[in-house]
T-cell receptor
Framework: DAKTTQPPSMDCAEGRAANLPCNHS???????VYWYRQIHSQGPQYIIH???NNETNEMASLIITEDRKSSTLILPHATLRDTAVYYC???????FGKGTRLSVIA | SAVISQKPSRDICQRGTSLTIQCQVD?????MFWYRQQPGQSLTLIAT?????????ESGFVIDKFPISRPNLTFSTLTVSNMSPEDSSIYLC?????????FGSGTRLTVV
């Protein structure tokens, strides 16, 4: 199963873009990359997913490298409510890593 | 995405007792997943529950400790048996329907 690696924590100033990296070097060709976030004491919330192409929705953008071994989640204008733990997972594995704790600072 | 109702939302239980957690989905789904999240940790998959067959448990989790029922395509229960303080965690159910996984709000269990 593909595993993911993320930095344990990041800070971001409110209003600035938050760029959260994820390494998934063992991903196979048909596995999607999914991003979730978990705000304290709540269940994880779906953010975005992608296979090869970059994706954008109302919450975020997802940039996947051409070799698919890494990706970056971009929150274009971070707010205090974006403070959460962000998880990058490969769908087929159902394995959650430790995620990145993003702190948005006023 | 699916809507999941999970009950109870929290409970405090005596060691040695058992607690059954219910997960109700607003539509039929093939697979339901049960996760545990220990304090300060990430989510760990306990088992996958398919309707009409026994649940598939991940390494480190056994049916005697975490029996699962899946009587139909919209409902599942997870029982935490013979509880000890080490079982204090958030337990979450999850389904896949449409895009990605949808999670219940979780059951916060404290064993004293």
């Amino acid at each position: 199963d593909a595993k993911t690696t993320q930095p344990p924590s990041m800070d971001c100033a409110e209003g600035r873009a938050a760029n959260l990296p994820c390494n998934h070097s063992t991903i196979s060709g048909n596995e999607y990359v999914y991003w979730y976030r978990q705000i304290h004491s709540q269940g994880p919330q779906y953010i975005i997913h992608g296979l090869k192409n970059n994706e954008t929705n109302e919450m975020a953008s997802l940039i996947i490298t051409e070799d698919r071994k890494s990706s970056t989640l971009i929150l274009p204008h971070a707010t205090l409510r974006d403070t959460a733990v962000y998880y990058c997972i490969v769908r087929a594995s159902l394995v959650f890593g430790k995620g990145t704790r993003l702190s948005v600072i006023a | 995405s699916a809507v999941i109702s999970q009950k109870p939302s929290r409970d405090i239980c005596q060691r040695g007792t058992s607690l059954t957690i219910q997960c109700q989905v607003d539509s039929q789904v093939t697979m339901m997943f049960w996760y545990r999240q220990q304090p300060g940790q990430s989510l760990t998959l306990i088992a996958t529950a398919n309707q009409g067959s026994e649940a598939t448990y991940e390494s480190g989790f056994v049916i005697d400790k975490f029996p699962i029922s899946r009587p139909n395509l919209t409902f599942s229960t997870l029982t935490v048996s013979n509880m000890s303080p080490e079982d204090s965690s958030i337990y979450l159910c999850s389904v896949v329907r449409g895009v990605g996984y949808t999670f219940g709000s979780g059951t916060r269990l404290t064993v004293v």
